[in-house]
């Protein structure tokens, strides 16, 4: 605990990091019609009745006058996928606004697309807060989306996800001769991993293939012409082996022809081969869709940032099917 006396302002930044917030781009126009636009996370909300919302902004910031002398502006939740909208409105010396679609709110002020949330303000107070000043603006106007918002937690981007509902079963507590719970990382990825396979593989039954003919025909749909050694290492993760008399069949099915280059046999997609990848994939992406409704988009993309992260802490050096040649040919070589 910092004491009296020895308070410390960067450690004080630190703690206050530790909550998490949303990220939000508040607009505006200057006297002469110039937009306007900062990232902010001071972003908050006042009172229901009247709608009442807060910020605050440094008084060092070049756009305090702005913001001082239009009493109205925008504020805009910004989704996951605004990532990259946020640190440029974070950034100075640039056209913020270059490329940016605009909507048309109930005033002149920017209005941007794809947000979670927008709020369009006019100024009912402004404080001294410190280094800062505080807007409080009363709510003219709103709109929200079902996109999953960005969220701001220790100097890092990062997404939320819900805990089940209080209704939901939590896991029990093991029987004391055994260890093994539901609560273990292991068991949950795979019975996720082999419930979301045992959908898609009723719906592959109806293509006579089975998902080891999916993952080949996936892996020649996004890196064509290779050899059986190569397919391998490519699926690997799967605990299966490619062998050449699946290779062959998928031949048979005209799926793939072979060719034999430099002594070896490699494999190539055909058009009938691709035609049938695509439409696995769109049976993939359905399964996919079916769990995001249910999940959620904003749960549903923080699932595939930790489990990303836990593929590439776990990777035992497989090769990246999304690689550039040149570096896929080194990480081979």
């Known amino acids: 605990m910092t004491a009296p006396g020895s308070f410390n302002p960067q450690a004080f930044r630190s703690a206050l990091s530790t909550f998490t917030t949303g990220v939000t781009i508040i607009t505006t126009r200057t006297p002469d019609g110039e937009s306007v636009g900062i990232t902010a996370n001071s972003f908050n909300s006042v009172s229901l009745n009247p709608p009442l919302v807060l910020w605050s902004l440094a ?28 640190g440029r409105f974070a950034s100075r010396g640039e056209d913020k606004f270059a490329g940016v679609d605009l909507d048309s709110g109930i005033n002149d002020i920017p209005l941007l697309h794809d947000c979670t949330a927008r709020f369009q303000c006019r100024t009912a107070s402004m404080y001294e807060g410190g280094d800062h000043v505080i807007f409080v603006g009363e709510v003219l106007a709103f709109d929200k989306s079902e996109r999953a918002p960005l969220a701001f937690q220790s100097g890092q981007y990062a997404l939320a996800a819900r805990k089940p509902h209080n209704g939901a079963r939590l896991a029990a507590e093991p029987p004391p001769e055994c260890s093994y719970t539901e609560d273990l990382l292991g068991y949950l990825v795979g019975r996720a991993h082999y419930q979301l396979l045992d959908e898609l593989r009723r719906l592959l039954h109806s293509q ?53 280059r430099s002594g070896e046999q490699r494999f190539v997609l055909t058009a009938a081969g691709r035609e049938v990848s695509l439409e696995q994939i769109a049976l993939a992406k359905a399964v996919e869709q079916q769990v995001t409704e249910k999940l959620g988009i904003g749960d549903a993309q923080a699932l595939k940032i930790l489990l990303k992260r836990l593929i590439q802490i776990s990777d035992p050096g497989l090769p990246d099917l999304w690689a550039p040649a040149p570096q896929l040919a080194a990480r081979l070589g």
Do not use: P
């Not at 080891?212 to 082996?241: M, P, Q, W």
């Open 208 to 260: 006579k293939i089975d998902e080891h003919g999916f993952f080949v025909l996936s892996v020649l749909c996004i890196r064509d012409n290779l050899n059986l050694t190569e397919i391998n290492n490519y699926v690997a993760y799967t605990g299966k082996e490619v062998s050449q008399s699946m290779l062959l069949f998928l031949e048979k099915q005209g799926y793939i022809a072979i060719e034999e």
């Open 59 to 86: 008084k060092s910031a070049l756009s305090l006058a702005a913001f001082a002398e239009n009493r109205h502006w925008n504020v805009h939740v910004l989704s996951h996928e605004q990532e990259v909208l946020s």
